[in-house]
C-alpha cells in the first residue's frame, strides 16, 4: 500500500518492519514468512531468531518461488546461509490458541507450528487476514499480479 505513495515511505515502512521484526522475534524462536517474495523480511527474521532458530519462507507465487529456489535474490542468498529455509507451497490456514497464531497450515496438509508468523503477502493479506478473523482491505492491483 506504501508503494502506491513514494518511494520514501516504502523506505520508512520496511525500516518499520525490520524494527518490529526485532522486538517480536527472540533467539531461538521458530518463525514463518508467509509471502516471501524476494526474502528481505526472511533475511531479518533470520537475523533475529539467530542459530538456534528457525525460519520457514513461503511464497505462492511460482515465479517469485523459483526465484527464491535459484537464490536470485541476494537476501534470499544472505537468509539461506544463515539457515532459513525457502519452500514452495499455499499458506491455506493458521493455527491458533486463545488470540495467538501459533503455526500454518500448507495446502499440502503439513502444519508447521511457530512462535511467531508474519503475513508479509503483500496485496494479499486481505484473504489471508480474513481468515484470522481480522480482515484488511487491501487487494492487488493488476501490475501485482
Not at 516504502?10 to 514463518?32: D, E, K, N, R, S
Not at 538456534?52 to 517469485?64: D, I, N, R, T
Not at 511467531?116 to 499480479?145: D, K, Q, Y
Request: charged share 15%; hydrophobic share 50%; aromatic share 8%.
Amino acid at each position: 500500500m506504501w508503494r502506491l505513495l513514494t518511494n520514501r515511505r516504502v523506505l520508512m515502512g520496511t525500516a518499520l518492519v525490520v524494527m518490529l521484526l526485532a522486538i517480536a522475534l527472540w533467539p531461538q524462536a521458530v518463525a514463518v514468512d508467509v509471502g516471501a517474495h524476494k526474502g528481505a523480511y526472511t533475511y531479518w527474521m533470520r537475523r533475529a531468531v539467530g542459530a538456534s532458530g528457525k525460519v520457514y519462507a513461503f511464497e505462492p507465487q511460482p515465479s517469485l518461488s523459483a526465484g527464491l529456489r535459484a537464490l536470485d535474490s541476494g537476501m534470499a542468498q544472505a537468509a539461506e546461509k544463515l539457515g532459513a529455509e525457502f519452500r514452495q507451497g499455499e499458506v491455506v490456514d493458521f493455527s491458533t490458541r486463545g488470540d495467538a497464531i501459533t503455526g500454518v497450515r500448507l495446502a499440502s496438509g503439513t502444519l508447521l507450528q511457530a512462535d511467531a508468523v508474519v503475513l508479509a503477502s503483500g496485496p494479499w493479506i486481505g484473504t489471508l487476514s480474513a481468515r484470522l478473523g481480522c480482515p484488511i482491505g487491501c487487494r492487488p492491483v493488476f501490475s501485482e499480479c
